[in-house]
């Protein structure tokens, strides 16, 4: 059996996210989450909010760790992960039932802009009527990162990758906008994060 991947940042982050989430998601029934990552927030999430079925979610490289963590778990709410390849059509998870809501944590500064692009245009095609979508990570407003600890994590992403970076809040309501989606709140969390929540039209 693999050694579990472990994130710090996700054990920090998982409760201050939860406080929001139990809210959020009070009456959704399907999460999808985009990136699950380690699998630590899908299997603490859907620990606390057994209401509702959690579908993981990554690239195939990250399949075993997610697995290895729900395994150890073993949560009849929490699906194994499939495959969403933001640059390709997502598959249709949930055994087809609708995706009322989207949780992503830490993705957007990752991903190219062309593919933050594309996770919008996505959303606007594959999520149904009023889900609720949750985005948690850093951005930055009027063009200056919130705080210089940021600023340092932007220059670290861009030397690994030039593609990627902390994105301009403004930016990301235009695209959510145009996929249909309503800001319904922007909270501020720990460590200069944000958490965004929109309702889909
Ligand atoms: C910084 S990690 C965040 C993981 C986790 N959500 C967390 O908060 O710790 C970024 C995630 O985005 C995923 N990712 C990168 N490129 C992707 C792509 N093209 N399609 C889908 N996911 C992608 C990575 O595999 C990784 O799980």
Redesign the pocket.
């Given at each position: 059996m693999m050694n579990k991947p472990f994130?710090q940042?996700?054990e920090n982050?998982k409760q201050p996210i939860l406080n929001i989430l139990t809210t959020v998601f009070s009456s959704t029934k399907h999460v999808l989450?985009?990136?699950?990552?380690?699998g630590?927030?899908a299997v603490f999430f859907g620990q606390q909010l057994p209401h509702l079925t959690w579908q993981t979610?990554?690239?195939p490289?990250?399949h075993l760790g997610i697995n290895a963590w729900l395994d150890e778990a073993v949560l009849a709410n929490v699906q194994r992960p499939i495959t969403?390849?933001?640059?390709k059509t997502w598959p249709v998870p949930n055994n087809n039932l609708p995706v009322d809501g989207l949780y992503?944590?830490?993705?957007l500064?990752?991903?190219s802009w062309p593919?933050v692009v594309k996770f919008f245009a996505a959303i606007a095609q594959n999520l149904a009527a009023e889900a609720s979508v949750c985005i948690?990570?850093p951005f930055n407003y009027n063009g200056k990162f919130s705080s210089e600890s940021n600023a340092n994590f932007d220059s670290w992403l861009k030397e690994r990758d030039i593609n990627s970076g902390i994105r301009d809040i403004e930016a990301i309501l235009l695209l959510a906008k145009a996929a249909g989606l309503n800001l319904i709140d922007d909270h501020r969390m720990p460590a200069n994060n944000r958490l965004l929540v929109f309702s889909k039209i």
């Open positions: 994130s940042a996700c982050n989450e985009i990136g699950s990552g380690t630590q927030h979610s990554d690239l490289i990250n969403v390849d933001l640059h992503t944590a830490n993705t500064h990752i991903i593919l948690y990570g």
